[in-house]
């Protein structure tokens, strides 16, 4: 079974620009989640869907960020503009179940930098 | 507000030695307690949890952990290291009033020296 996969890996972008991030979760996983790793930080959260719905999206920093999940599969989460505190590593997880004691499976990350 | 306290951003053993990564957290409630692991160019893996019961939880790759609700804690242990276990190792609490979120610590790189 494929695990949670992101795209990119790495993303170079200037100041200004406009950046979209991939994120397919295991097949089935109803939730789905974002997390962000300041270099040097912990890991925030940054929102949660339950199928195509937002759940929880308190953790998103400001209106810069977008994030979807169209028909309930894979989710993007798009920066525009991006500004060079988005700088960072970008995690998915996906989870059968509500989170709480469920795990939650990881993506590899796509490293964000922001010239 | 939940929080999590890591100490010690690296922490270096050698092979064959005690690993000991702390973990401190707050919580007015009954807490989960998570401990994963990142191997380089990896995702994040689930090493252990702790939801309810038993309080010495063990996990995967001979790793275990114990909640000790009067210390607020949550070490990580391991009787020998060995040198695959380099890695990134993060503790990460959730609780109702968080709305069960992941408040995670800042992450301790383990350093395995031959």
């Known amino acids: 079974e494929a695990g949670v996969t992101q795209f990119p890996s790495h993303s170079v972008i200037e100041k200004g620009q406009t950046v979209t991030l991939r994120c397919d979760p295991i097949s089935g996983h109803d939730n789905l989640y974002w997390y962000r790793r300041v270099m040097g930080k912990e890991i925030k959260f940054l929102l949660h869907f339950v199928k195509e719905s937002k759940q929880d999206e308190s953790g998103m920093p400001n209106n810069r960020f977008l994030a979807e999940r169209t028909g309930g599969t894979y989710s993007t989460l798009k920066v525009q503009p991006a500004e060079l505190e988005d700088s960072g590593v970008y995690f998915c997880?996906?989870?059968?179940?509500?989170?709480?004691?469920?795990?939650?499976?990881f993506g590899p990350g796509t490293r964000l930098t922001v010239l | 507000a939940q929080s999590v306290t890591q100490l010690g951003s690296h922490v270096s053993v050698s092979e064959g030695a005690l690993v000991l990564l702390r973990c401190n957290y707050s919580?007015?409630?009954?807490?989960?307690l998570f401990w994963y692991v990142q191997y380089p160019n990896q995702g994040l893996q689930l090493l252990l949890k702790?939801?309810?019961?038993a309080t010495l939880v063990k996990g995967i790759n001979g790793f275990e952990a114990e909640f000790k609700k009067s210390e607020t804690s949550f070490h990580l242990t391991k009787p020998s290291a060995h040198m695959s276990d380099a890695a990134e190792y993060f503790c990460?609490?959730?609780?109702?009033?968080?709305?069960?979120?992941?408040?995670w610590g800042a992450g301790t790189k383990l350093i395995i020296k031959p």
């Open positions: 919580s007015s409630v009954p807490p989960y």
């Open positions: 997880a996906s989870s059968q179940g509500p989170w709480g004691a469920n795990e939650q499976f």
């Open positions: 990460a609490v959730s609780d109702m009033d968080s709305n069960y979120q992941l408040i």
């Open positions: 702790y939801t309810t019961g």
